[in-house]
């Protein structure tokens, strides 16, 4: 794909976020093929959400890494999108509902990155990416649904626009993570007390550092490596759970506490 072509994609997915427009999709001189054209304009619209304010890119999500959400999306792989500064708070989140198109929210572990993963490493696995983290905590994803039918869109068109990312509220960080059991740990969400969803941690992708250790090797061939201070949400072991106004969510992951938000 010609680099006009990437800034043209990058254009008209940052427009539609900046006057949250729903999109159709990408015109076909501008659809991403595969999956490094797909990253490469995830990349460039980062840097052209940055500029107008809405960044800088601080941490990373892994979509479709537990059988839940693989069978929700029909897509079968992992795929990450970006973090942006703005959309990160922390243990109790509060949000307007009306600033979202189709507000979603899941349940996950996140891992916040002590020591980076240059791409000098790679290939990395699972014991190799634990040594770089320094905390664990829960975390919700927040997801909009920014589409006028995501179903009929290709993953890679999903991928360049982050792949559902609207936000996240991190729960307390867990430095003593080591002591736990991260893939028997369950997760469990609330929405107004009523409990909506359970699932382990070794439901995505049979541990929770896989997926790290695939979003490690993932940046690394992009010559992109993961840094110190990133963090990562690893991906929801709760089906997706789309919100009604004034919504209260309250994830709680064993051993790691709770995060919870409200959608007023």
Not at 91 to 118: K, N
Not at 121 to 131: E, F, K, L, M, T
Not at 228 to 254: P, Y
Request: charged letters at 20%; aromatic letters at 6%; proline letters at 5%.
């Amino acid at each position: 794909m010609a680099q006009d072509a990437i800034e043209q994609a990058a254009d008209l997915l940052c427009r539609a976020r900046l006057r949250k427009e729903r999109l159709a999709g990408l015109p076909q001189g501008c659809l991403p093929a595969g999956e490094t054209e797909a990253y490469a304009i995830q990349d460039t619209l980062h840097a052209r959400l940055d500029a107008a304010g809405r960044g800088p890119l601080v941490g990373f999500k892994i979509g479709c890494t537990t059988p839940v959400m693989q069978r929700f999306l029909q897509i079968d792989h992992p795929c990450a999108g970006g973090v942006l500064a703005p959309t990160v708070q922390h243990q109790d989140g509060h949000y307007r509902h009306g600033d979202f198109l189709r507000v979603g929210v899941e349940c996950e572990i996140a891992v916040a990155l002590s020591q980076g993963l240059p791409a000098s490493g790679a290939p990395y696995d699972r014991d190799r990416v634990g040594s770089a983290v320094g905390a664990c905590m829960a975390a919700i994803e927040i997801v909009d649904d920014r589409y006028q039918d995501y179903s009929a869109l290709d993953p890679w068109t999903l991928v360049a626009d982050d792949f559902f990312h609207a936000g996240c509220v991190l729960g307390a960080p867990v430095q003593g993570w080591q002591d736990l059991d991260l893939a028997a740990a369950r997760g469990r969400m609330t929405i107004n007390g009523q409990e909506v969803g359970s699932g382990r941690g070794g439901d995505v992708l049979g541990h929770p550092l896989e997926a790290l250790a695939w979003l490690a090797n993932l940046r690394a061939g992009q010559d992109r490596p993961l840094r110190a201070g990133h963090f990562v949400l690893l991906g929801s072991v709760v089906e997706t759970k789309w919100l009604a106004r004034g919504d209260r969510v309250v994830i709680a992951i064993e051993g790691l506490g709770e995060a919870s938000a409200d959608f007023a």
